[in-house]
């Protein structure tokens, strides 16, 4: 019972130092800017892993939501009917690809159209979702995005003017052939090139072109058995961002790492508040062992000191990170509106709003080396209190 008085002494005076602001203003001081450091690493750490698995999330399923999981090239359509009949849930379009060129009043573009299927269009998500349109008899039609009607100014009902090449060639080229195509809608995919440099014209119309078929899977890749494709000439969304999925891989751990020394950074704090700490204490660490406590009760009580305002830290910067982390694009929309700056400069990062991913693996991480840190960083300075040979001092 003795033993369990002195250690609730021990707990109350170790957290009293925490909070003696009259008396030890400089611990005080040194102790919140510590524990600011901590709580900035860890809160800024979160945002920002959270910031990069929502990008990286976000654009693998806007990249798989409009090009499929899977394109399958030069195939008879056959063989997509006999893999949709073994995966109930996959969905298949059939389109061909042609450059072309678009102008009016306002601007000239490149683009890329597909020409599909008048049903077709509701089947590919990133399209669907976000997808105005109105009704009209015409097989002319084009589904134009959101960006190449701001550029050219276009709206729904407006005619589309499209220029391919031709057959016959000139001295300066080849001949294009110019289409008047009805924008029957107008989608919005999230993603700024695909927004505006992809248009959808009718399959009809455009059939007479020699291309080949092309076929985008839309299926989860990672229930699929690849050997069902045979000897078909096909590629993953994988295979055609190849570097875009390393630059987004390298990038998340480029960024782990740089911030990943903050927490070290703040660790340093920690043990240089602590070592001060003790340095202004040691009358208490003598009086205390000339009471006859035990030097491990002693390293207890200021172990706990560091601990208690590390798992405060934590604590706290995890909440404050998780809270960032949700707000982050509004947080962005104010900081672009103070500084008159476009931080997210959605022509650079494909996507038009910054996303945002909470994983709790990466949580449970951060907290876990953030609390393995302040550990050690508790731990060395009470090494200190060993050297302390009160008859000494007294002598």
């Given amino acids: 019972m003795k033993v369990l008085n002195l250690n609730n ?18 611990f005080s001081v040194s102790t919140i800017l510590s524990s600011l450091a901590l709580v900035l690493g860890i809160s800024i750490l979160i945002t920002v892993m959270s910031v990069m698995n929502g990008f990286r999330e976000e654009l693998v399923g806007s ?14 359509e056959d063989r997509i ?24 009043s306002y601007g000239i573009e490149g683009l890329l159209m597909k020409s599909i299927n008048e049903d077709d269009i509701y089947k590919i998500p990133k399209v669907n979702e976000n997808l105005f349109q109105i009704d009209q008899t015409e097989d002319n039609w084009v589904y ?55 248009i959808y014209s009718n399959f009809e119309t455009f059939s007479f072109l020699n291309n080949p078929l092309i076929y985008d899977i839309y299926y989860d890749i990672n229930e699929f058995n690849f050997e069902d494709l045979g000897s078909m000439s096909f590629e993953t969304w994988e295979d055609q961002n190849q570097s875009l999925a390393q630059a987004l891989a390298t990038e998340k751990n480029v960024m782990f790492m740089i911030l990943f020394f903050i927490i070290i950074i703040s660790s340093f704090t920690i043990i240089s508040n602590q070592i001060f700490f003790i340095k202004e204490k040691i009358k208490d660490i003598i009086l205390l062992k000339s009471l006859g ?9 200021f172990f706990m000191n560091s601990f208690i305002i590390s798992i405060f830290s934590i604590f706290i910067g995890t909440l404050l990170g998780i809270f960032l982390s949700i ?16 931080l997210w400069n959605n022509e650079i990062r494909y996507l038009s709003n910054m996303p945002y991913s909470i994983h709790m693996n990466d949580i449970i991480f951060i907290i876990s080396i953030s609390l393995i840190s302040s550990i050690l960083a508790s731990y060395i300075p009470i090494l200190r209190i060993f050297k302390i040979k009160p008859n000494l001092i007294l002598r």
């Fill in 9 to 26: 002494i021990l707990l109350k005076l170790s957290i009293s130092y925490i909070f003696n602001f009259k008396k030890d203003k400089a």
């Fill in 63 to 76: 990249l798989t939501g409009i090009n499929g999981d899977i394109t399958i090239y030069n195939v008879e």
């Fill in 81 to 104: 009917i006999s893999l949709k009949n073994k995966y109930s849930d996959l969905v298949y379009i059939k389109h061909l690809q042609e450059r072309v060129i678009t102008t009016n």
């Fill in 144 to 198: 134009i995005g959101i960006e190449l009607a701001r550029s050219l100014d276009l709206r729904v009902g407006d005619n589309l003017q499209i220029s391919i090449p031709g057959s016959s060639m000139t001295i300066l080229g080849p001949v294009l052939n110019t289409y008047e195509l009805y924008v029957r809608g107008i989608f919005n995919s999230g993603i700024y090139d695909y927004d505006k440099y992809f």
């Fill in 293 to 301: 406590i035990s030097q491990f009760q002693i390293c207890s009580l």
């Fill in 327 to 342: 707000n982050i694009d509004a947080i962005e929309n104010f900081l672009s509106i103070l500084l008159n700056f476009d």
